[in-house]
């Protein structure tokens, strides 16, 4: 993996990691309160699936 998308990878490990300590796990999980920080997961964990994707794809490309 190329340290371009070891920075993205640890960028969005540490958004993840924050807004899970960030929920109010005493209510629902989808109440008005989490709900910024369950989409800003959910994006974060889009980004991971992308950036594998990314990676996948330009180690695709390289010719031994």
Do not use: P
């Amino acid at each position: 993996m190329q340290k371009f998308y070891k920075v993205f990878l640890i960028l969005f490990i540490v958004f993840i990691a924050i807004n899970l300590y960030a929920l109010d796990w005493q209510t629902d999980i989808l109440s008005e309160d989490n709900l910024k920080f369950v989409f800003s997961i959910a994006s974060a964990v889009i980004g991971l699936i992308l950036l594998f994707v990314m990676d996948t794809w330009s180690r695709i490309g390289v010719k031994k």
